[in-house]
């Protein structure tokens, strides 16, 4: 199912997750290259936790271990949200794609909402 007809789909389930950044890339949510699906990112939300410093994030789009930017140095002001992906600009994940999330301190809180469609 490297890259279905996703027109006739089986069943499409929402999903979402969420992590505290680390200072190095981590997979925010990765498909499993057997998951016989295909992952629809509807959105990527950053938010800064903390309340006197600035802190600078980046997201990855993986696809056969090469990273694409999607999102690079973006400082995020104190106590301040950024919709790094939309449900306007989504983003496919084949089997074995992943999004990977690092910020310069732990006070970077990810929440990703997605559709897995099989």
Do not use: W
């Amino acid at each position: 199912m490297a890259n279905p007809n996703i027109v006739n789909v089986t069943s499409i389930l929402e999903e979402s997750v969420g992590s505290i950044a680390t200072t190095s890339f981590a997979n925010l949510i990765a498909n499993a290259s057997s998951s016989n699906n295909i992952y629809k990112i509807n959105s990527v939300v950053a938010t800064n936790t903390n309340i006197a410093i600035d802190v600078d994030v980046s997201i990855n789009f993986v696809r056969g271990g090469t990273s694409y930017a999607v999102a690079s140095n973006i400082t995020i002001p104190t106590s301040t949200t950024l919709i790094a992906i939309s449900k306007d600009h989504g983003i496919y994940l084949r089997e074995g794609d992943s999004l990977q999330v690092k910020a310069g301190s732990a006070d970077i809180h990810f929440v990703c909402s997605y559709e897995v469609i099989s």
